[in-house]
């Protein structure tokens, strides 16, 4: 009690390509948490207030974004919705495709696996879950309130913009 375990050393390969051995919780085997903090809180949901009183009310919707989002439009906000509304009464299920969103969403940005599992997030924390997911994404610049299409409209109105010449140019005396 109150001892700290040293972390052992692994080797590990990926893609064929031996990697630097990452340390190992000595006591479970598995890889420490590594990788970047979240942007937000998971207790932060005032941050955005419009999100945090629509996922409140609607949880199904705001995961529906978030999926639209992390699936690159394949899963439609309506559908993701949609399984997830299907998912709330039948024993609470919902925290199973929370969870799996939310691992998705940290491998994808590497973020870091806290300051709960995945799982005990969504079982505990579902809507607090969905807010910081909502605001992670919005604050990488995909906003899940304009869906999957309407963030590839605002990239490519930014293109445009960006490769434009500015319109009128003068020198001055």
């Known amino acids: 009690m109150g001892r700290i375990e040293a972390a052992e050393e692994v ?23 590594v990788g970047r903090p979240w942007s937000t809180g998971l207790y ?20 529906g974004q978030i999926a639209e989002v992390l699936d690159a439009g394949e899963m439609s906000c309506p559908m993701g919705s949609f399984i997830y509304m ?6 609470c299920s919902q ?23 995945d799982a005990v997030s969504h079982i505990f924390c579902s ?5 910081q997911e ?7 610049g995909l906003d899940p309130a304009l869906g999957w299409r309407g963030i590839i409209a605002q990239q490519q109105a930014m293109e ?8 009128f140019q003068a020198m001055s005396k």
């Open 44 to 63: 932060d949901c005032h941050l955005d207030q419009t999100n945090a009183v629509m996922t409140a009310l609607l949880p199904c919707v705001t995961f």
């Open 95 to 117: 925290w199973i495709m929370g969870s799996k969103y939310r691992t998705k969403l940290r491998n994808r940005y590497w973020v870091v696996e806290a300051p709960y599992q």
């Open 11 to 33: 080797e590990t390969t990926v893609k064929g390509e031996p990697v630097t051995s990452y340390p190992q919780n000595y006591q479970t085997g598995q890889p420490l948490s």
């Open 160 to 167: 445009q913009q960006m490769n434009q010449p500015p319109q």
């Open 127 to 131: 809507c607090c879950s969905l807010c």
């Open 86 to 91: 299907l998912m709330m009464p039948a024993l």
């Open 134 to 140: 909502f605001r992670e994404l919005k604050i990488r």
